[in-house]
Every structure is written in C-alpha cells, then in structure tokens.
C-alpha cells in the first residue's frame, strides 16, 4: 500500500525558515515525479515545486513563480523521501502543505498527473 507523509510544518515568523519532509512507502519512487502542493483556507490547492524522476531528461525541478528563488525542492531516492527547504517565508505561505507522486518522472505542475497524495502538514507565517 502506497503512503505519503509530511512532516516539518509548524508556526514561524515571516523571513524565517521551515524544511518539510516527505517519506514515501509501499514501493520505490525514484523513477517518478515527487511534488508539493499548497492550500490556504478557502483557495484551490495549487502547485508549489517538482522534482523529476531519477530516468528523466528534462528540467530536474519546477518551481511556482510565487516561491522561485525563495523554496528549494530536493529527494533523497535511497530514503524514498522528498524535501522542501522554505526561506524567507511570508504570511502568503501559510497553507496545508501536500506532497504528491504519481506514474511519470515529468516534472508535472498539474494535479491530474498525481494520485498519490499525503494528508497535508500545516505551516503558518506570522507577520
């Protein structure tokens, strides 16, 4: 049985800085796309970052436009983990954080090509 869990969310003050984890069971997922995602109360879940399958020939990450620069997504295959190292937050961020993998190494951006997701870890940013 496939299984994704976050952890690493919590309350941080704007400008500092959270480090999400995600632990992926069940089956190998180095061939395939890991991805975070984010909801805020009341908004649709929306991408955050990728990163691609270990067999893929492309970009090996995608970022939002509203997190580039700021949030770094990394995977340790050999622990079938992904991270996502967040700087210099601000109170936009705070959201359920979800990661997600599917059956593409694609670098996707869209929800569809996803259908394992985790239940979500909660990161507020206070101003």
């Known amino acids: 049985q496939v299984q994704l869990v976050e952890s690493g969310g919590g309350l941080v003050q704007a400008g500092g800085s959270l480090r999400l984890s995600c632990a992926a069971s069940?089956?190998?997922?180095?061939?395939?796309?890991m991805a975070w995602f984010r909801q805020a109360p009341g908004k649709e879940r929306e991408f955050v970052g990728s990163?691609?399958?270990?067999?893929?020939?492309?970009?090996?990450?995608a970022y939002a436009d509203s997190v580039k620069g700021r949030f770094t997504i990394s995977r340790d295959n050999t622990k079938n983990t992904v991270y996502l190292q967040m700087n210099s937050l601000k109170p936009e961020d705070t959201a359920v954080y979800y990661c997600?993998?599917?059956?593409?190494?694609?670098?996707?951006?869209?929800?569809?090509?996803?259908?394992?997701w985790g239940q979500g870890t909660q990161v507020t940013v206070s101003s």
């Open positions: 990163a691609a399958g270990s067999m893929w020939r492309g970009e090996a990450t």
């Open positions: 069940g089956r190998s997922f180095s061939t395939n796309a």
């Open positions: 997600a993998t599917g059956t593409s190494g694609w670098p996707s951006s869209m929800r569809r090509e996803y259908n394992y």
